[in-house]
T-cell receptor, first 116, second 111 residues
Framework: NAGVMQNPRHLVRRRGQEARLRCSPMKGHSHVYWYRQLPEEGLKFMVYLQKENIIDESGMPKERFSAEFPKEGPSILRIQQVVRGDSAAYFC??????????????FGPGTRLTVT | QKEVEQNSGPLSVPEGAIASLNCTYSDRGSQSFFWYRQYSGKSPELIMFIYSNGDKEDGRFTAQLNKASQYVSLLIRDSQPSDSATYLCAVTPPGTYKYIFGTGTRLKVLA
């Protein structure tokens, strides 16, 4: 299966703990996007990364949230000191080379984070 | 004004009918437009994308883009109960590659 992979699919954390969400892009894709979807709401852009670079983090909260996409390995979205309001579905999407005629993003299955 | 607006629905159509879903966007310079389908508890699935004014057809789906009026629509012909889902419109603002999503329209196809 060459689709976008995310793990874990479900994650439960207590308030104050750290959450780490992983995303491996589709084969041949080097651009990763993270979105958050709150219950009954639309998807909100968080951050756009290429390998070793954060291109656009305009949608990411300034505190407690960080993202990386290292040269080797998956992209990671890290949430420190989680609060109940962080409970949501976090989706990763990947694309090939935006700006060169292709902009389509393909989504992974998501990680459902529950903060208790 | 929201950047991307969709009627939340639900939009109910009988099986076999044409379902028409609409989306308006506020930034006139937006360049790329996408329709995703999302079943409850699942991830968004890309159905169509359109970059140029006019119509684009793919099987039972037709996307229509009118940049002058700042709207994009999705027509689903011969609607099936399996088409029942939430349809998300996404737009890329000028100078960026991120998507701005509407809140989605819930479609119900009645057997």
């Amino acid at each position: 299966n060459a689709g976008v992979m995310q793990n874990p699919r479900h994650l439960v954390r207590r308030r104050g703990q750290e959450a780490r969400l992983r995303c491996s892009p589709m084969k041949g894709h080097s651009h990763v996007y993270w979105y958050r979807q709150l219950p009954e709401e639309g998807l909100k852009f968080m951050v756009y990364l290429q390998k070793e670079n954060i291109i656009d983090e305009s949608g990411m909260p300034k505190e407690r949230f960080s993202a990386e996409f290292p040269k080797e390995g998956p992209s990671i979205l890290r949430i420190q000191q989680v609060v109940r309001g962080d409970s949501a579905a976090y989706f990763c999407a990947s694309s090939s080379r935006p700006g060169q005629g292709t902009y389509e993003q393909y989504f992974g299955p998501g990680t459902r984070l529950t903060v208790t | 004004q929201k950047e991307v607006e969709q009627n939340s629905g639900p939009l109910s159509v009988p099986e076999g009918a044409i379902a028409s879903l609409n989306c308006t966007y506020s930034d006139r310079g937006s360049q790329s437009f996408f329709w995703y389908r999302q079943y409850s508890g699942k991830s968004p699935e890309l159905i169509m994308f359109i970059y140029s004014n006019g119509d684009k057809e793919d099987g039972r789906f037709t996307a229509q883009l009118n940049k002058a009026s700042q709207y994009v629509s999705l027509l689903i012909r011969d609607s099936q109960p399996s088409d029942s889902a939430t349809y998300l419109c996404a737009v890329t603002p000028p100078g960026t590659y991120k998507y701005i999503f509407g809140t989605g329209t819930r479609l119900k196809v009645l057997a």
